[in-house]
């Protein structure tokens, strides 16, 4: 505890320390690795690298660290997703990962020098997503992040796929080459190997997430009748899951709702895509190590694949409507924007997720900004509860509920509070 509340009362401190000399997290400092979310973004990331690229079976042994060998890859433009994931079926992970990649696209010109196969991936990242492949759905939240499809087995090939698309994506990280690739915050859960809460379930099923809410915030005894079963819905044929054992004959009550919340939204956002999942994991840790890629968390995860994103706040301000009495000459909105300013570009981003339940900024700017069915700006809600209260966010209708504070200060060191530690979009007393 002692370790703790130093390392979080210092971390300034100790950041400014560890981006001065990198080297000191592979030694005196190494303790902080234990620690991650002391570590700001872009020093988890170096030591990421460092570990990454350093291979520790030749430093054992004295010998000096083979180059990696150049992998040719060959595709047609219109096939690159079967091509490529043809010629990537017979490499182990350790080969993917120091290969240095050569691609080739048939029938053009052009020699590889970088470009080639920052275009290569780019393909493969619109490709993962083609609904021909129906291995990814769209999110609720607008549209722009993606889960796996727990209907994919109408592919007969979707876990081999899977598999591929883990090996991509972790590729893509060791080479450091960004994808225009975002995934819901509990699909990252699942990467990093964290338990999703019902929660998550707002970017998948707003209107569902909305019930168990209400479940949980209210008394059910005489309103709420179901059981501990699921009913899915397969393509038309209809079956019922247990939740627990012959769940079909167990009420939900004031008792026990709290689990069957929690047992119906494992049901949705983990059994039902368990398959997809491990087998998407089984080729992302061939590539990445597992105890590596833990020091992220779901929002730091997101701008490693996906990268930083380029913000202009001016554009975001000019797109941001104000409801609950706010409006923009508020004293809370001013600060608001004066504190958005202050934020680096890492700030900026995980506010941008925290309340989108992305980072991404549509290429024509904030007007365009998707919410749960169509164009929804950026919105911010007065909230009239305690000004002791951190700010809340409502992904699907890109809302942040901004408390009353009294004090630029007061409103900045909140916000920054809300988006380092609540990944999940919602504050706390």
Same mark, same amino acid.
């Given at each position: 505890a002692y370790f703790q509340n130093f390392t979080e009362?210092?971390? #300034?401190v100790l950041n400014t320390l560890v981006r001065n000399n990198p080297g000191l997290l592979s030694g005196s400092f190494s303790l902080l690795v234990f620690n991650p979310h002391v570590l700001d973004f872009d020093n988890k990331r170096s030591y990421f690298y460092q570990r990454l690229h350093d291979d520790s079976s030749t430093r054992r042994t004295g010998a000096a660290r083979p180059l990696g060998h150049m992998m040719q890859v060959s595709v047609r433009r219109r096939t690159v997703f079967e091509d490529s994931y043809h010629q990537f079926a017979g490499k182990s992970g350790d080969e993917i990962r120091r290969a240095r990649i050569n691609v080739k696209f048939r029938d053009e010109e052009g020699v590889d020098a970088g470009g080639v196969s920052r275009e290569w991936f780019q393909a493969l990242a619109r490709q993962m997503f083609n609904p021909d492949y129906a291995l990814f #759905?769209?999110? !609720? !939240?607008?549209?722009?992040?993606? $889960?796996?499809?727990?209907?994919?087995?109408?592919?007969? %090939?979707?876990?081999?796929?899977?598999?591929?698309?883990?090996?991509?994506?972790? #590729? !893509?990280?060791v080479d450091q080459r960004v994808l225009d690739a975002y995934f819901t915050r509990s699909f990252y859960k699942h990467i990093l190997g964290r338990k999703v809460d019902y929660r998550d379930m707002e970017a998948i099923d707003p209107s569902y997430y909305k019930s168990l809410e209400w479940i949980l915030e209210n008394d059910i005894t005489d309103v709420f009748e179901e059981t501990f079963s699921f009913e899915v819905d397969d393509f038309g044929q209809h079956r019922v899951i247990d939740l627990i054992p012959n769940g079909h004959d167990v009420l939900v009550t004031e008792e026990n709702k709290a689990e069957y919340v929690r047992l119906v939204t494992e049901q949705r956002l983990y059994r039902a895509i368990k398959d997809q999942i491990n087998a998407f994991l089984g080729g992302f840790l061939?590539?990445?190590? #597992?105890?590596?890629? $833990?020091?992220?968390?779901? $929002? %730091?995860?997101?701008?490693?694949? +996906?990268?930083?994103? /380029?913000? /202009?706040?001016? /554009?975001?301000?000019?797109?941001? %409507?104000?409801?609950?009495?706010?409006? +923009? +000459?508020? !004293? $809370?909105?001013?600060?608001?924007?004066r504190a958005v300013r202050s934020y680096d570009q890492e700030e900026r981003a995980k506010l941008l997720q925290f309340v989108t339940g992305t980072s991404k900024v549509p290429l024509e700017g904030f007007a365009h900004l998707q919410g749960n069915q169509s164009v929804q700006k950026f919105q911010i809600h007065k909230d009239f509860a305690s000004p002791t209260r951190l700010p809340t966010a409502h992904t699907c209708f890109n809302q942040l509920d901004l408390p009353l504070y009294d004090s630029f200060e007061t409103l900045k060191a909140n916000l920054l509070l809300a988006i380092s530690e609540c990944s999940t979009g919602f504050g706390f007393v």
């Open positions: 009362k210092h971390k #300034k #759905k769209p999110s !609720a !939240a607008g549209r722009v992040t993606y $889960q796996p499809n727990p209907q994919s087995w109408a592919n007969p %090939e979707h876990l081999l796929y899977f598999r591929f698309v883990g090996r991509i994506i972790g #590729k !893509a990280i061939d590539v990445i190590p #597992k105890d590596l890629i $833990q020091i992220f968390n779901e $929002q %730091e995860l997101e701008l490693l694949i +996906s990268g930083m994103p /380029d913000i /202009d706040v001016d /554009d975001w301000r000019n797109n941001t %409507e104000y409801h609950g009495g706010y409006n +923009s +000459s508020s !004293a $809370q909105i001013q600060w608001f924007w």
